[in-house]
């Protein structure tokens, strides 16, 4: 690398010294410009052009040298160093050039000389242009597989550049590594992650002991994303122990932990496996096994992945969740009925022992009635309403429902769909629930709205006029989430894409509640409503058909619920106000 001094006595003309870059401006100057008269117009920073000289003409070190002292001494934004930077390097006849030029004039500047760098530097500074280069690097001539935000900061890129500005990283990195130059962890990881440098690239002109102290040194300072970064790409086998593998695993980077236990041998992915089982990190451990291939090893991790799940499910009260895990499997069963008697659910014990085929194990002097009555009697129930309910999964049902609908004016919704036990399953809305204060609809969207049934097309266009009409109030809880849900799910039905007058009850009470803070809709009910929901289906199969007697029963409230929500919330202080700012 060619070295550039940069003490006072060598600055060339026209460019300010490295020790006068971060020197303050005389104290009248900077008054004068700083403080605009009392009657001048006040500018915006961000208004005020750059001056001629500031994007245009020059060397690359006195363009980078203005970009310092604006940073240093005027305090532009990145926004607006991002801005300059990319104009000139529009302008630039080679691109690549420019970058290269830029990143080791940068790197130049934070080259240590008897232990310091030079007088006047602020790395902090630096080190902010330096990320601003490497983002317009990444930005050009880098190709990145899409993968979650968390696997990106430590996979390589695919560099497209050319070589020349790759082997100014390279030295860059060489020389940090060799503590020619000071630079921060996260920067040698990106110059290592975007120019896909190797070990060979590296070890070329670094000792294979300084990669290793530095990567050491950065695990021992908790620096673990770039310390993993170096690990992954330059494929520094030393590191791949189990304390490595702790530190990913802590990090959550699981995807990143498989693909390097599965470059060791056996017996150390074997003890990979075994400090997840103790460390109850049971679904980990079950989906190591399968990748890698260690199910004649550990013959019982899913085994112990379902019954983790059903414990999770039924400590919260998610029933039927943990009726989902067992599946099939009568131990899987019995642990579930044996979960619910333990914590008096002795009705609900009696359902599924029938449900399961299994035999009744409720003692046979429990008024399991008079149970069920006085668990009735503790939570908001549809029958509490005079509303009838009804089951929609055929286009003539669709079309009576919406003519029902439009003319009530206001209208209550709510979508649900199965529980979720592997995230990795692709969970689809199974039900759109439409109420009024008459009648409430359970629409089968499954049934409806899937591209692969033929009704789409008309459900399409019945619901369209519903969902568009201003003259219909939609009301929902966390109405946001349940769109999304539906637009996911049924991407072809444009009537879910857009709707005109709808208001969501949980922002609205989010804004004029005690304390402005969220509250579950249960709660609410309870609040205003003298009962809190039953929430004891909401992790049922909705998939399933057809429904229980319960799972209609608790779809057709949660969106009925809403209406008597409403009006309650209407005599709050602040409510007319903030429903004239949020009804769309």
């Known amino acids: 690398m060619r070295e550039r001094n940069l003490g006072v006595e060598a ?100 080259r240590l ?124 086998s030393e590191f791949l122990n189990m304390e490595t593998f702790r530190v990913l695993v802590a990090l959550s980077y699981h995807g990143i932990a498989l693909e390097l236990i599965n470059l060791t041998r056996k017996q150390t992915q074997v003890e990979f496996i075994q400090m997840l089982l103790g460390e109850s990190r049971y679904k980990l451990a079950w989906k190591s096994v399968k990748f890698l291939q260690l199910e004649e090893d550990f013959p019982d991790v899913f085994l112990l992945y379902s019954i983790s799940c059903i414990k999770r499910y039924c400590g919260k009260g998610h029933w039927e969740g943990a009726v989902l895990v067992a599946g099939e499997d009568e131990g899987l069963q019995e642990l579930v009925i044996d979960e619910m008697l333990a914590v008096g659910e002795l009705a609900l014990a009696k359902e599924h022992c029938d449900l399961f085929g299994i035999e009744d194990k409720i003692p046979g002097d429990v008024d399991l009635e008079a149970m069920q009555a006085k668990r009735r009697a503790q939570y908001l129930q549809i029958d509490d309403f005079s509303v ?112 005109h007058g709808s208001l969501d009850l949980q922002k609205v009470w989010k804004r004029i509640g005690p304390g402005n803070q969220l509250s579950s809709l249960s709660k609410l009910c309870e609040l205003h409503l003298g009962k809190p929901l039953d929430k004891r289906v909401r992790m049922s199969n909705w998939e399933r058909r057809p429904l229980s007697s319960s799972q209609l029963s608790y779809a057709a409230l949660d969106a009925h619920c809403l209406l008597p929500l409403y009006r309650s919330l209407k005599r709050l202080p602040q409510f007319e106000e903030v429903q004239h700012e949020m009804y769309r």
């Not at 009576?400 to 209550?412: D, H, K, T, W, Y």
């Not at 689809?428 to 439409?434: H, K």
């Open 11 to 110: 600055a060339p003309e026209g460019r300010l010294p490295a020790s006068e870059l971060v020197r303050p401006a005389p104290a009248q100057d900077t008054k004068r410009e700083t403080y605009p008269e009392r009657n001048s117009p006040r500018r915006k920073r961000s208004a005020s052009p750059p001056h001629g000289d500031e994007v245009h003409g020059g060397t690359v070190e006195e363009f980078v040298d203005r970009l310092y002292v604006s940073f240093c001494k005027s305090g532009a934004r990145y926004p607006e160093l991002r801005r300059r930077f990319l104009q000139r390097l529009e302008q630039a006849d080679d691109s690549q050039a420019f970058l290269g030029a830029s990143l080791r004039y940068l790197a130049e500047k934070s």
């Open 113 to 236: 000389v008897n232990g310091k760098t030079e007088p006047g530097v602020m790395q902090g500074k630096l080190y902010t242009l330096i990320h601003l280069v490497l983002d317009a690097v990444r930005q050009q001539f880098t190709e990145e597989v899409e993968k979650t935000k968390q696997e990106q900061e430590l996979r390589p890129l695919t560099y497209t550049g050319g070589s020349e500005l790759r082997e100014v990283a390279q030295s860059i990195v060489s020389d940090t590594l060799n503590k020619r130059v000071v630079l921060e962890p996260r920067l040698v990881a990106k110059l290592v992650r975007f120019f896909g440098l190797t070990q060979e690239n590296v070890l070329l002109a670094v000792p294979q002991e300084h990669i290793s102290g530095y990567v050491h040194d950065l695990l021992q300072e908790k620096a673990c994303t770039p310390a993993i970064v170096l690990v992954r790409c330059l494929a520094l």
């Open 388 to 499: 009838e309910v009804s089951f929609v999964n055929d286009v003539f049902a669709a079309r009576e429902a919406v003519r029902i609908l439009s003319a009530a004016g206001l209208v209550g919704l709510d979508v649900e769909w199965k529980a979720e036990v592997d995230k990795q399953e692709e969970i689809g809305a199974s039900l759109l629930q439409l109420s009024t204060d008459s009648h409430a609809f359970v629409f089968d969207a499954a049934a409806l709205c899937r591209k692969e049934s033929r009704m789409w097309p008309e459900v399409n266009d019945i619901l369209s006029p519903l969902f568009s009409s201003p003259s219909c109030m939609v009301l929902g809880f966390d109405l946001t989430t349940d769109m999304k849900a539906l637009v996911r799910s049924f991407p072809q039905m444009s009537c879910f894409k857009s709707m």
